[in-house]
């Protein structure tokens, strides 16, 4: 298993417990897919819990007013991009 695969792994175990999920499990989050509307269908709300959820794991500020953030939380894959490079 890559580097990268385990932190897609690890989000999408944070996403189910941080935001208690019940009827999902972190296997079944398929890493491509939108985390908003029509795919995990994650609001606002769960955006902000996730910021935080994120930034106390990895050890790095999710600012609310980047201009790549519909870019950085589109899916698990693209926010362990992030992560990757930005954690410390």
Do not use: C, W
Request: proline share 2%.
């Amino acid at each position: 298993m890559s580097v990268e695969k385990s932190i897609e792994s690890e989000i999408a175990e944070l996403i189910v417990e941080t935001l208690n999920l019940e009827d999902v499990k972190s296997s079944d989050i398929d890493f491509d897919e939108p985390l908003f509307y029509d795919g995990l269908g994650l609001d606002s709300i769960d955006s902000l819990e996730l910021s935080m959820a994120l930034s106390g794991r990895y050890g790095f500020q999710l600012k609310s007013d980047d201009p790549n953030n519909k870019e950085i939380f589109s899916s698990v894959r693209s926010l362990a991009k992030h992560v990757k490079q930005n954690k410390s």
